[in-house]
């Protein structure tokens, strides 16, 4: 067999904000993929391009070996979801590279699934549309069997300069099939390094779901689509007493879109924890009204969790309805006070720029981060996504730019009730105002039970000496964008 080097098109060094925080996290779909690939007896490597410099890094590799270069993008994290240009570029300079060295190229990954006419332009010679590990495997064995690609579900190549677009491969549904990803591919020691150096723990990443049944129309699921496929507790109890034992983490970010949506499994999976003796705190991803399920929110903090991001979106009921978020505004703080009082703390995904967002959308929204006061916010502005019903509503717009560069890019790229400078500075004011709000109440709490006064919380209190003041410049440079960008 053809030996299978596989790599990804996320460079943290071109990712300017990601650099800057320090949260890498290994390429987890390739992971997968290789995995499978070597249970069915190929020989399999990786070039992990997660801190390199540039694509030019992969020549000596590609020199090294021969045979088949896989681009396979981590479609477990969401800034690979984001399509990025510098990303999208770094992926075509690879291209290039492999087929100067006289590789067959294949690419999996968001972007390449929405724009694979694009990728095949580049040189590649075979796209994965959509869930990639079969469709890999079956694309290998016919290539060594010299069969006919076109018989493969979840393709798009060229034949005679005329592209083809195969049918859909339905998503796997028992993922236990799929075996633990291949760890042993990964130097963990720079991820390790980057995560005690800035944050002093190490956090690693773990997929326990593939999908997302939920319609809110500003998400595009290219990879694992609108079904929710769970892996059982045990198969992930499994994984993490595995890597306890090869990288002894501190903390796990699970990366599913929404976790333990599947009714019981939070409760078996926290059980399970206590029962092997696991000892670690954890992150998520979860919906503001499956928080508020019996026993979902008691069950997380039963199994350690620290933190939940939650899609809070909006606090105007008019956006999250534009959305079709399928939650309400109520939920938000319901669900926000539940966690604070479990020990739990909330985090807001925080979404600006929807289409016919008024000013006092935008109210609702800082008054609902500064009633509530979550750990932590994450901020972004509208952003379309192919596949979408609201990249349709607005794609006659994106005639100049349609992505962005990076993760902290920001450009609202079609016509609302602001031009993007006045988004821009809403971010500065926002992040401002939030942080005041930090330290302030902070200090409440310091008054209160002064003897948990330490130097984090000092820290805290002290940072409103600057984002005070700052809070309030950045309002004022708000107040006068609003007035001169409204249409």
């Known amino acids: 067999m053809v030996p299978v080097l596989f790599t990804h098109s996320y460079f943290l060094k071109l990712d300017p904000k990601q650099w800057k925080n320090a949260q890498p996290y290994p390429p987890l779909a390739p992971l997968f993929a290789a995995s499978l690939l070597r249970q069915h007896g190929y020989e399999v490597s990786l070039f992990d391009t997660t801190f390199v410099d540039s694509a030019n890094e992969i020549k000596p590799v590609l020199k090294e070996k021969n045979g088949t270069l896989v681009i396979y993008d981590d479609g477990f994290n969401y800034l690979t979801k984001m399509c990025l240009t510098n990303m999208r570029n770094a992926a075509f300079e690879m291209i290039s590279l492999a087929k100067e060295n006289n590789y067959t190229v294949i690419v999996s990954s968001s972007d390449s699934t929405d724009h694979y006419e694009e990728y095949l332009a580049k040189g590649a010679d075979f796209i994965i549309i959509g869930e990639g590990e079969i469709t890999l495997l079956s694309l290998l064995e016919t290539l060594n069997n010299k069969g006919d690609a076109e018989l493969i579900n979840g393709l798009a190549f060229k034949r005679n300069s005329a592209v083809i677009k195969t049918g859909a491969r339905p998503v796997l549904r028992n993922l236990d099939e799929l075996p633990l990803p291949a760890w042993d591919l990964i130097n963990i020691e720079p991820y390790k390094k980057a995560w005690l150096g800035k944050h002093a723990y190490f956090s690693i990443n773990i ?281």
């Open 207 to 487: 997929a326990t779901t593939r999908g997302c049944p939920f319609k809110c129309n500003w998400c595009a699921k290219p990879i694992y689509g609108n079904r929710y496929n769970s892996r059982s507790p045990k198969l992930v109890i499994e994984e993490l007493l595995l890597l306890k034992q090869l990288f002894d983490f501190d903390h796990v970010w699970f990366c599913d879109d929404i976790f333990g949506l599947k009714p019981g499994w939070v409760n078996e999976f926290a059980t399970l924890v206590q029962e092997n003796g696991l000892n670690f705190k954890f992150k998520i991803q979860s919906r503001v009204d499956l928080l508020l399920q019996e026993k979902y929110a008691e069950s997380l903090a039963k199994a350690g969790c620290q933190s939940v991001w939650m899609g809070a979106e909006s606090g105007s009921q008019n956006i999250l309805d534009a959305m079709d978020k399928g939650t309400r505004v109520e939920q938000i703080y319901e669900a926000t006070h539940l966690l604070k009082k479990l020990g739990i703390n909330p985090c807001f995904f925080i979404q600006f720029g929807y289409l016919d967002e008024t000013i006092n959308d935008i109210r609702l929204t800082i008054k609902m981060i500064n009633d509530l006061v979550p750990a932590e916010i994450g901020i972004s502005v509208s952003y379309p996504l192919p596949g979408t019903l609201f990249y349709e509503k607005v794609k006659q717009d994106l005639q100049l730019k349609a992505n962005w560069s990076h993760s902290n890019d920001l450009d609202l790229m079609f016509r609302n009730t602001y031009q993007p400078k006045f988004y821009k500075q809403l971010h500065r004011y926002v992040h401002s105002s939030f942080h005041k709000k930090l330290a302030v109440e902070c200090l409440k709490q310091l008054l209160i039970r002064p003897w948990q006064l330490n130097a984090s919380k000092i820290r805290r209190v002290l940072s409103g000496l600057y984002y005070g003041p700052s809070s309030a410049m950045q309002k004022l440079k708000l107040n006068a964008l609003s007035n001169e960008y409204s249409w």
